[in-house]
């Protein structure tokens, strides 16, 4: 069964600055994809960005990007330019590419963004 | 193009009675995912169903139900309510495996 792991269950960044939230998993696949959801106030579980593991590239949307080391199994966050909209609880997950959709997430890391 | 939509928004229910959930995924969409979310356990898999078959179920107890009608629209059923099912719960729908949709969520209180 895979497993994913957020070591920082809290993180703060002052505004306009960079933060980076860590991710790591495991699994016996080679194939997957990872993900990662933002839960604001409003409970509704948003996706941020997402990462093909055939794919070395990471992925980048604005002023989200990834740095996804298959061999380590880590996916990292990082934010630039943090702003106070992007306070929210910050969710990884790992979803396997065959008929099983489940998504299986980590406990989550609550950002703050500091004024 | 709609979200997922999920009824009611809120709900309260006492120990030992029954309650449905509502979830419309997006047009087209017809897989469903189910979850539970709560404080102590976080966000755990209910179960998934595609056109209209359940196709993979989590580590919950037969308490715990759910069907997909024709036009993809999911329900799931609890039955007895415990206090400990007390927690927000999602739907998300799906295209194919690459990408989840998440609805606004139920949140169930049991008292």
């Known amino acids: 069964a895979q497993t994913v792991t957020q070591s920082q269950p809290e993180m703060s960044v002052q505004e306009a600055e960079t933060v980076t939230l860590s991710c790591t998993y495991d699994t016996s696949e080679s194939d997957y994809y990872l993900f990662w959801y933002k839960q604001p106030p409003s409970r509704q579980m948003i996706l941020v960005i997402r990462q093909e593991a055939y794919k070395q590239q990471n992925a980048t949307e604005n002023r989200f990007s990834v740095n996804f080391q298959k061999a380590a199994k880590s996916f990292s966050l990082k934010i630039s330019d943090s702003q106070l909209g992007d306070a929210a609880m910050y969710f990884c997950a790992y979803r396997s590419p065959g008929s099983a959709r489940q998504l299986t997430f980590g406990s989550g890391t609550q950002l703050t963004v500091l004024p | 193009k709609a979200g997922v939509t999920q009824t009611p928004r809120y709900l309260i229910k006492t120990r030992g009675q029954q309650v449905t959930l509502s979830c419309s995924p997006i047009s087209g969409h017809r897989s469903v995912s189910w979850y539970q979310q709560t404080p102590g356990q976080g966000l755990q898999f209910l179960f998934e169903?595609?056109?209209?078959?359940?196709?993979n179920k989590g580590n919950f107890p037969g308490r715990f139900s759910g069907r997909q009608f024709s036009n993809s629209r999911s329900e799931m059923n609890v039955s007895t309510l415990e206090l400990g099912d007390s927690a927000l719960y999602l739907c998300?729908?799906?295209?194919?495996?690459?990408?989840?949709?998440f609805g606004q969520g139920t949140r169930l209180t049991v008292v």
């Open positions: 169903y595609f056109s209209e078959t359940q196709r």
């Open positions: 998300a729908s799906s295209l194919d495996a690459t990408e989840a949709f």
